[in-house]
Antibody, heavy 120, light 107 residues
Framework: EVQLLESGGGLVQPGGSLRLSCAASGFTFSSYAMSWVRQAPGEGLEWLSGISGIGGSTYYADSVKGRFTISRDNSKSTLYLQMNSLRAEDTAVYYC?????????????WGQGTLVTVSS | EIVLTQSPATLSLSPGERATLSCRASQSVSSYLAWYQQKPGQAPRLLIHDASNRATGIPARFSGSGSGTDFTLTISSLEPEDFAVYYCQQRSNWPLTFGQGSKLEIK
């Protein structure tokens, strides 16, 4: 059974940093592209970033480019999102998601989400 | 960026009725469109991919159609568990984008 477990969320001040982790199990982690998607309170879904299976290719939404960095450690089956220069508008539930099949496209499995609150 | 516009914003129906949700893209996405269902407090669930292919374990009452810029998600006969928010998503162009969502509520 595929499981994705996010951690690292919490309260952070504007301008601060946070690193989210997503521990994956139940599949060959290195064979799948992964992604982060967020959802602000009461709002819709926003794709943030994606990374290929071996980590050689990364992709970012304009809203986070230059501030957020996606990475992965295939030896630990873990996905990361380093978030810097956080703003109030970054407050959201952050989901780790596994792409369907081997390539980037649609998300077949999702974690339960971790809440990030940016506030002073 | 491809903008996906969903309609209606809210649809009020009763169990057993047929639901039709729409998603319109600002430019052609070919058939590279998916539909997700999200219930309160839960992560989204993939229902349909590539416009018309049901994801694993999705009941046959869910169907998708369309290509190019106009897409439809149909639920043939609503079950109580189908009342949720539905999102479309395109994978044709970067960045990957979602529609704003359509809420299906019990009448």
């Amino acid at each position: 059974e595929v499981q994705l477990l996010e951690s690292g969320g919490g309260l952070v001040q504007p301008g601060g940093s946070l690193r989210l982790s997503c521990a994956a199990s139940g599949f060959t982690f290195s064979s799948y592209a992964m992604s982060w998607v967020r959802q602000a309170p009461g709002e819709g879904l926003e794709w943030l970033s994606g990374i290929s299976g071996i980590g050689g290719s990364t992709y970012y939404a304009d809203s986070v480019k230059g501030r957020f960095t996606i990475s992965r450690d295939n030896s630990k089956s873990t996905l990361y999102l380093q978030m810097n220069s956080l703003r109030a508008e970054d407050t959201a539930v952050y989901y780790c998601a596994k792409f369907k099949g081997g390539s980037i496209g649609y998300w077949e499995h999702w974690g339960q989400g971790t809440l990030v609150t940016v506030s002073s | 960026e491809i903008v996906l516009t969903q309609s209606p914003a809210t649809l009020s129906l009763s169990p057993g009725e047929r639901a039709t949700l729409s998603c319109r893209a600002s430019q052609s996405v070919s058939s590279y469109l998916a539909w997700y269902q999200q219930k309160p407090g839960q992560a989204p669930r993939l229902l349909i991919h590539d416009a018309s292919n049901r994801a694993t374990g999705i009941p046959a009452r869910f169907s998708g159609s369309g290509s190019g810029t106009d897409f439809t998600l149909t639920i043939s006969s609503l079950e109580p568990e189908d009342f949720a928010v539905y999102y479309c998503q395109q994978r044709s162009n970067w960045p990957l984008t979602f529609g704003q969502g359509s809420k299906l509520e019990i009448k």
